[in-house]
């Protein structure tokens, strides 16, 4: 396969509406949804729409955006949305699934962001036991449920 013929075709786009924050699957796929209720987590495979840039993608090294980080870090030691290929991957909190628009908590991905794909989060094969991460964020919750009341922005240079 010749490199120029890798394609993605987004199944839905990142939507907000007076419900809040959703993920909205294109009709073609909607019936892609059937058996996805009960989950209460997906994983979701985005597009970072916002950093899609032949520069950008060419960044593979950047100062650490981590206050206790290495001062150098390699682009693939972050979560950031600069990469060769932007890329997200977000597990998300389903609130609520009406016809093909499932609501979710959060998502750190941009209003319009095309969505990949979708997965269901499943702790058989998505949680491990026995993690280890590097010194300078092993203090960091080690639960998606601690995230929300952590203290993040002590941990990045120029937080908001």
Known sequence: MDKKDLM?????????????????VEEKYQDGLKGIEGFSYLNVLWWCHLTDDDFLR???????PYKKGPQKMGIFATRSPIRPNPLGLTAVKVKEIIDNKIYLEYIDAEEKSPVIDIKPYHPSSDRIKEVT????????????????????????????
């Open 133 to 160: 991460v590097p010194k300078w964020c092993n203090h960091w919750p080690m639960w998606y449920e601690d995230s929300a009341v952590f203290d993040w922005e002590a941990e990045f240079e120029n937080a908001r």
């Open 58 to 64: 060419e960044i593979v090294e950047c100062e650490s």
């Open 8 to 24: 993605f075709r987004p199944i839905g786009y990142i939507k907000n509406d007076e419900r809040g924050i959703h993920l909205e």
